[in-house]
């Protein structure tokens, strides 16, 4: 069991819970060290007085706040001590609001909340349970490694969820802060009914554990291979081009063609694989939003059911070989075969290919 950061009572009304703060997610990246070129040497940074050059003692710095150019007001570490909120013992909820009404782009880090022992418990799933039902989160100030924070109290999943928010000051203006944002634009009633049935036909479930990260992956790999002593190969594909304002009907048009046959528009197997793998060095998987099916996605899963009827659920290449993306995927969610999400149409042909043998072998 993994130890709480904070502990105290969380409140509302005159209900009291006493509860336990956890850490909720936690990063994988891949940690370096600074050497020298050449050398198993460490590099290490050192504060230094960058008039005389020389390395300043800890206990010898204080802070600064720049009034003019070369001119600050000097804070004293115990000055700001003096003013730090300190550690709160108490999460004291003063409202709720309807999650609905908060945009996502104020919440901040996720922390989970549990109760600090088993005799409180059912005071503990009454909150938790009453928030679920509500569809509303608690808001309170809280206090924490001397920092304040507005955070939001929720139910997720049969327990308690803290997030802390940012401030609306802290939320930039997008209009003032991106240039070519559309004011008005003239779109067909056409041009909407196409782009909506083309995210309708590319609509999937949301399935947290098929997202990973490629890119530390993919660093992972490179250290292996060196320390292997492997040639490393990297190829890059080609920049995908804007679409011109002219070509976008005929642009959505050929997508939801290519959406319909499961198979990439005007890109061979080689530059597809390549652009995956641009897209993956270049950061992290992007995710996917979760929502209902559209009508059409409905109806590539009925007519996937009724080709795996007609062919008696067989896996060989001549019958997938007639089947579209969305009848493969459809059978690879049936098998439960993973990363199937991020898989061209011809890479599911062979997953499902690869899956009947294993099969057959088994049996």
């Known amino acids: 069991m993994a130890r709480p950061m904070w502990t105290g009572v969380l409140t509302f009304g005159l209900v009291t819970v006493p509860v336990a703060l956890y850490t909720a997610t936690q990063s994988h990246d891949v940690h370096f060290h600074q050497l020298q070129r050449g050398t198993s040497d460490r590099v290490r940074n050192k504060r230094v007085n960058e008039r005389t050059g020389k390395e300043v003692e800890y206990a010898d710095i204080v802070k600064g706040y720049e009034v003019t150019e070369g001119e600050y007001v000097i804070v004293e570490p115990d000055e700001l001590e003096r003013i730090s909120p300190g550690r709160s013992r108490t999460i004291d909820i003063s409202g709720f609001v309807d ?11 996720t922390y989970y909340l549990g109760p600090r022992g088993k005799e409180y418990q059912k005071v503990y799933a009454l909150l938790v349970e009453a928030l679920e039902y509500a ?3 608690g808001l309170a100030m809280f206090a924490m490694r001397g920092k304040e924070y507005l955070t939001a109290v929720r139910s997720e999943n049969g327990l308690l969820e803290l997030h802390t928010m940012h401030f609306a000051d802290e939320v930039r203006d997008p209009r003032s802060e991106i240039g070519d944002l559309p004011e008005k634009v003239e779109l067909t009633p056409q041009e909407v009914r196409t782009a909506e049935q083309l995210i309708g036909m590319l609509a999937i479930e949301w399935k947290p554990d098929e997202w990973h ?6 660093v992972k790999k490179l250290v292996e291979d060196k320390l292997a002593g492997r040639e490393i190969a990297v190829s890059a594909g080609p920049a995908p081009e804007a679409t011109n304002v002219i070509d976008l009907m005929d642009a959505l048009r050929r997508s939801l ?13 080689k530059g597809r694989r390549a652009d995956r793998s641009q897209a993956a ?18 109806g590539g899963t009925a007519r996937s059911s ?17 089947l579209t993306k969305a ?36 049996s």
């Not at 990260?213 to 993919?218: K, L, P, R, S, V």
């Not at 063609?257 to 197997?269: H, I, L, V």
């Not at 080709?307 to 007639?322: E, M």
């Open 99 to 109: 999650l609905a009404d908060v945009d996502p782009i104020f919440f901040d880090r």
């Open 135 to 137: 569809g509303k989160a």
């Open 213 to 218: 990260d490629t890119y530390e992956e993919q």
């Open 257 to 269: 063609e290519t959406a319909r046959k499961g198979e990439p528009a005007d890109a061979p197997e």
């Open 281 to 298: 060095r270049a950061g992290r998987s992007p995710k996917p939003t979760g929502g209902k099916k559209s009508t059409a996605a409905k």
């Open 306 to 322: 009724k080709r795996a009827g007609a062919t008696g659920g067989a896996t060989g290449k001549q019958q997938l070989s007639g």
């Open 327 to 362: 009848e493969l995927y459809q059978r690879a969610t049936d098998l439960d075969i993973p990363h199937r999400s991020t898989m061209t149409r011809d890479e599911l042909q062979e997953a499902l290919e690869h899956a009947g043998r294993s099969r057959r072998k088994a």
